[in-house]
């Protein structure tokens, strides 16, 4: 078991750091001679107090794992096995999905569809082997709105089993809070009409847990920098100035080696790329993260501050290595099944509802998938939208017919992304949750190697508990 701790963001984020000794304290080693033992983590579901904006603040009352926020970052070796014992100290259920990670159906974490859920005072264990190796992330799929909303998101980390040659790697846990004055998580997360339109976007971002400020670098390293959006709602597009990040994984899976369009690294909520970035700024100067995805609310991000130290090697590295293949099945698209799934719903304009006099809209839903709803976080006999055959390829037209952008997620699986627009989409892209803009078409592709119940949603929370969700049964 590798606890490696996250960058150093600010004296804020080291405070933090030290409320993690008791969450590292749980990791338990597991004997190296017997390789069949799993590693043994135990992960603690509570209320807590944590320091996000600092002084003069007060800290501010979450709900957390291992009482820190994010909660304790996992890492593992790709193809080890991992025993992971949950506790919930909260006033109400939970549990806990292990997004992007190919897991068994019955250790998914989905609430009646997959698992009872976690009672208080009780536990759960999980235990699985990560077949792929990259960057992911845990969360909540009880009550996720408030449960995320109030910090509960944790990374999990799978190394390659040759390390990456880079001089560090980097996790960013990005998060985004709606606080008070008073630096207090805000009321109202189940607001209805915030619901129909683009969900609860916050007014705080942070870093691993605090407000960001200035992340030191050398020049002439190379870092690994692994981005997680871990917000209900919010969408990022990331520009690095000064800088030529190369985009090297996308939600955990290698994909060619490549500078993003425009210079600007898009992640909608739960999406997850890892950059390489060799640090070319000049000793002693700054340079900004910004975020600029909504119009007229840029703000920065982070800022790199170069060290006053020369240049750590003299000569410029060899182009971005491109990671190991994960063991995903190639789908058969000359042979594939395809379906059509349409999003619905939402805010039009006019203060309108966009579903068409549709019937299958249930008391409190704003969207639906095919004219089907199901709110709230799963429940046992969800009825399934599509019965897939097991060891079958299968593409998916996923049509945006609101005026909202879709993260659209499926658990227990990566998916090729084929098309966009009708246009190809370059770069041997794979994901387990792609980004839909308002009235486009996206095709993905996979194999139903993974026999289960698999929920498929958007992962804008407030979208996903008021209609847009569904499931996919491969059986």
């Not at 970052?73 to 292990?98: A, F, K, S, Y």
């Not at 955990?252 to 369009?261: A, F, I, S, V």
């Amino acid at each position: 078991m590798h606890s490696h701790s996250g960058p150093s963001i600010n004296r804020r984020a080291l405070l933090i750091g030290g409320t993690a000794l008791a969450a590292s304290a749980s990791l338990v080693r597991a004997g190296r001679a017997a390789p069949a033992e799993p590693n043994v983590i135990e992960l603690t579901a509570a209320a807590g107090r944590v320091p996000i904006v600092g002084a003069p603040y007060p800290r501010t009352d979450v709900w957390c794992y291992g009482d820190r926020v994010p909660g304790p970052e996992i890492r593992v070796r790709q193809g080890e096995r991992i025993r992971v014992i949950v506790r919930n100290d909260l006033p109400e259920e939970t549990t806990v999905h292990w997004h992007g990670i190919r897991v068994p159906n019955s250790m998914d974490g989905v609430p009646g569809l997959t698992q009872p859920p976690i009672k208080p005072g009780e536990s759960f264990t999980y235990e699985f082997t990560p077949p792929d190796a990259g960057t992911f992330w845990y969360h909540p799929h009880a009550d996720s709105l408030r449960q995320l909303g109030r910090g509960m998101a944790g990374a999990f980390i799978v190394e390659e089993p040759t390390a990456v040659s880079v001089d560090r790697d980097l996790v960013w846990m990005l998060s985004d809070w709606r606080l008070t004055s008073e630096a207090q998580i805000a009321a109202g997360f189940g607001n209805a009409m915030e619901a129909a339109m683009s969900g609860r976007v916050g007014n705080t971002v942070t870093v691993n847990g605090a407000v960001p400020d200035e992340v030191p670098m050398r020049a002439g390293e190379r870092i690994r920098l692994r981005l997680v959006n871990t917000s209900l709602a919010r969408i990022m597009s990331l520009r690095f100035e000064g800088h030529r990040p190369v985009i090297v994984a996308i939600d955990g899976q290698p994909c060619d080696p490549h500078e993003p369009e425009r210079g600007r690294i898009l992640l909608g909520p739960a999406m997850r790329v890892d950059l390489v970035i060799d640090m070319q700024g000049e000793p002693g100067r700054r340079y900004r993260v910004i975020d600029d995805f909504y119009e007229g609310l840029s703000y920065w991000l982070a800022k790199f501050v170069y060290e006053d130290k020369p240049p750590l090697r003299a000569h410029h590295l060899e182009p971005s290595p491109s990671l190991p293949r994960n063991p995903l099945p190639e789908p058969d698209l000359a042979a594939a099944e395809r379906h059509e799934l349409r999003l619905q719903g939402g805010m039009m304009g006019g203060g309108m509802m966009g579903m068409g006099g549709m019937q299958g809209m249930s008391h409190g839903a704003s969207w639906a998938i095919n004219g089907t709803s199901m709110t709230g976080d799963g429940h046992a006999n969800m009825p399934p939208l599509l019965t897939l055959r097991l060891g079958r390829s299968y593409v998916l037209t996923i049509r945006n017919e609101t005026a909202w952008w879709h993260p659209m997620h499926l658990h227990g699986y990566s998916f090729r992304v084929l098309t966009r627009n009708g246009t190809a989409v370059p770069h041997r892209r794979w994901a387990d949750t792609v980004l839909v803009p308002p009235r486009d078409t996206v095709e993905v592709a996979f194999v139903a190697d993974n026999p289960g119940d698999w929920m498929m949603h958007c992962h804008v929370t407030n979208h996903q508990v008021s209609g847009m969700m569904t499931v996919l049964r491969v059986a």
